[in-house]
């Protein structure tokens, strides 16, 4: 089923699809019940969306032309329009991943990642992780995000699908999440 499935590093032409696709799975549109099958909480505007298409920090998955995922993977600085990421950017010093002394400016902030649910279980996430690894891997050798504790099948799809390693944990607004890490100089596949 994948095996179609173009990878891209996203264009201005893209933003009314990627739009389309945060609007379902947008965790404040969501019922309790379609929340549970994993949602995405940041709500992207058009200039925020034109600002990382601008860094290369936004990428898509398509069928036929039609965006049915995307990541997003952008500097710390682009993140720090929204406070969570404010909180957790001091954090980066104090926390350990294997050899890596983190700072703003040698990890970036993964995420969110979103794949319509037509397409999840079908293999996408892993060729796609890789497609953005690549692309990132000479500006930055270890990704960061952070997963909220409800937030179960993201949990499954980033520990043990992609491997990535829970390094700490944190709580913001009454949320609690935890703080994953990974080399990028590893492959997802």
């Known amino acids: 089923m994948i095996d179609h499935i173009q990878f891209e590093t996203a264009k201005i032409t893209d933003i009314e699809g990627i739009l389309a696709l945060q609007k379902i799975y947008l965790v404040s549109n969501m019922t309790e019940e379609e929340k549970t099958a994993g949602f995405v909480t940041t709500p992207f505007s058009i200039e925020q969306l034109e600002e990382v298409i601008r860094q290369e920090g936004l990428f898509t998955a398509k069928d036929n032309d039609k965006i049915i995922a995307y990541i997003f993977a952008a500097s710390w600085q682009y993140f720090s329009q ?69 937030n179960i099948p993201s949990q499954k799809a980033h520990i043990e699908k992609l491997k990535w390693s829970v390094i700490g944990d944190f709580q913001f607004n009454n949320n609690n999440y935890f703080i994953l890490a990974y080399d990028m100089s590893q492959s997802s596949l």
Do not use: E, S
């Not at 983190?102 to 990642?113: A, E, R, V």
């Not at 692309?135 to 504790?149: D, E, R, Y």
């Open 82 to 150: 929204w406070a969570i990421f404010n909180y957790m950017t001091p954090m980066l010093p104090g926390l350990t991943f294997k050899d890596f002394k983190m700072t703003d400016t040698n990890t970036f902030q993964y995420g969110p990642i979103c794949i319509d649910k037509k397409y999840r279980g079908k293999g996408l996430i892993n060729p796609f992780f890789d497609f953005m690894r690549i692309h990132l891997l000479k500006k930055f050798p270890v990704g960061i995000t952070f997963i909220n504790k409800t």
